[in-house]
């Protein structure tokens, strides 16, 4: 629902409300982790490019709190806690696993923004400018930069390799997938669908891709074809 609220449409303000108020809930790193109020004396494109910067490097600093988190859980309280090396271990994949799951829908429509480029004028005097600063000139001089160095890896690796990796381990370990060890770490994954679609998710993730492409590109071409 939080996606649909991309939708380059004339919502109703009712509706604009209920939008913003479940994309709070589904991500609250939107609105925890972009502190574009902190930066006000910068211009609006360099903030844009510095959180882009940011969250090219989101996943690497994920998975290295979750790691760091367990290492000093098993430090800590592991005697008082009986925690095993084999338990801080899913632990610890199920904490990467929770978390990307949970950011990957954002870390989509972040990668997304920087190709979401509204044509400003008409006929030959057109030109592209960037949405999150119409005064940034698209595919051109930074932004063109920018797009080859930050936004390219970002598909490849996240917006596609990260469900791509996830089914590629559940078709892997079919024959494990239903023993304690295996599903602690990647249940999350699966857990949910029945016996021989447990890659499923893949689907999932692709479908959220794509509303988020239509919100971009939608705006991009000035018209959704509903």
Same mark, same amino acid.
């Given at each position: *629902?939080?996606?649909?609220?991309?939708?380059?449409? =004339?919502?109703?303000?009712?509706?604009?409300?209920?939008?913003?108020?479940?994309? !709070?809930?589904?991500?609250?790193? @939107?609105?925890?982790?972009?502190?574009?109020?902190?930066?006000?004396?910068?211009?609006?494109?360099?903030?844009?490019? =510095?959180? =882009?910067?940011?969250? !090219?490097?989101?996943?690497?600093? +994920?998975?290295?709190?979750?790691?760091?988190?367990?290492?000093?859980?098993?430090?800590?309280?592991?005697?008082?806690?009986?925690?095993?090396?084999?338990?801080?271990?899913?632990? !610890?994949?199920?904490? +990467?696993?929770?978390?990307?799951?949970?950011?990957?829908?954002?870390?989509?429509?972040?990668?997304?923004?920087?190709?979401?480029?509204?044509? +400003?004028? @008409?006929?030959?005097?057109? /030109?592209?400018?960037?949405?999150?600063?119409?005064?940034?000139?698209?595919? @051109?001089?930074?932004?063109? @930069?920018?797009?080859?160095?930050? !936004?390219? #890896? =970002?598909? +490849?690796?996240?917006?596609?390799?990260? #469900?791509?990796?996830?089914?590629?381990?559940?078709?892997?370990?079919?024959?494990?997938?239903?023993?304690?060890?295996?599903?602690? /770490?990647?249940?999350?994954?699966?857990?949910?669908? /029945?016996?021989? /679609?447990?890659?499923?998710?893949?689907?999932?993730?692709?479908?959220?891709?794509?509303?988020?492409?239509?919100?971009?590109?939608?705006?991009? *071409?000035?018209?959704?074809?509903?």
């Amino acid at each position: *629902m939080s996606l649909a609220g991309g939708l380059p449409l =004339q919502w109703p303000n009712s509706m604009q409300v209920m939008f913003d108020f479940f994309a !709070t809930l589904s991500s609250a790193g @939107t609105t925890l982790m972009i502190p574009d109020c902190e930066f006000a004396h910068l211009r609006t494109s360099d903030v844009f490019y =510095q959180k =882009q910067i940011a969250y !090219t490097f989101s996943v690497p600093i +994920i998975i290295a709190i979750c790691i760091l988190a367990w290492r000093l859980i098993s430090c800590c309280c592991h005697k008082c806690c009986n925690l095993s090396s084999h338990a801080i271990k899913d632990y !610890t994949i199920l904490s +990467i696993v929770l978390m990307l799951f949970l950011f990957y829908p954002m870390l989509v429509k972040l990668t997304l923004s920087m190709l979401k480029c509204p044509s +400003i004028g @008409t006929g030959k005097e057109s /030109r592209m400018f960037l949405m999150a600063d119409l005064q940034e000139p698209c595919f @051109t001089g930074r932004h063109s @930069t920018y797009i080859v160095l930050l !936004t390219l #890896p =970002q598909i +490849i690796c996240y917006v596609l390799g990260l #469900p791509l990796i996830a089914a590629l381990i559940i078709n892997k370990n079919t024959a494990i997938l239903r023993e304690k060890k295996f599903s602690t /770490r990647y249940g999350l994954l699966y857990a949910g669908y /029945r016996k021989g /679609r447990e890659w499923w998710e893949l689907v999932i993730a692709f479908r959220k891709v794509a509303v988020v492409s239509i919100g971009t590109f939608g705006t991009v *071409m000035g018209v959704v074809d509903l």
